[in-house]
């Protein structure tokens, strides 16, 4: 099926954010289901099966780099979904000893600009990138 919307798995504390990004990716034409936290992304992500997860790294419960732990754990396609990880201070978590955790992207949301993890939604997912940019405010 050629004309089936790819779906990304959007995880995200903060609602505001959480919102933006939904409506970015939708009007990029992509289905866009959303977690509070890592443990109600896992559950999503077990649940959908999505094309790919963008996560924050730094959230109540469990955190971006363990949710993303979780899914390279998993069998199938789950296991090698792409993953994006956000955050507003990314110097904070220390990313090459993060890398291990199967993220695939590491994206500066306090740039509050969206070009950069739109160009690697559109890349990790095999698509041209389009031009659709909104701003976030951290």
Do not use: Y
Request: hydrophobic share 45%; glycine share 6%.
């Amino acid at each position: 099926m050629l004309d089936e919307k790819q779906m990304i798995l959007v995880v995200e504390d903060d609602q505001n954010i959480r919102v933006t990004l939904t409506e970015l990716l939708r009007l990029q034409g992509f289905d866009v289901i959303t977690a509070r936290d890592g443990d109600e992304g896992f559950s999503q992500a077990i649940q959908h099966q999505p094309d790919l997860v963008i996560t924050d790294l730094n959230m109540p419960i469990l955190d971006g780099v363990e949710l993303a732990r979780l899914i390279r754990r998993e069998d199938g396609q789950l296991g090698n979904v792409p993953i994006i990880a956000l955050s507003a201070n990314l110097e904070a978590f220390h990313l090459p000893e993060k890398m291990n955790a199967g993220i695939d992207r590491f994206v500066d949301k306090s740039l509050g600009n969206t070009t950069s993890l739109m160009e690697s939604v559109h890349t990790l997912l095999g698509q041209k990138t389009a031009t659709v940019t909104l701003n976030i405010e951290v």
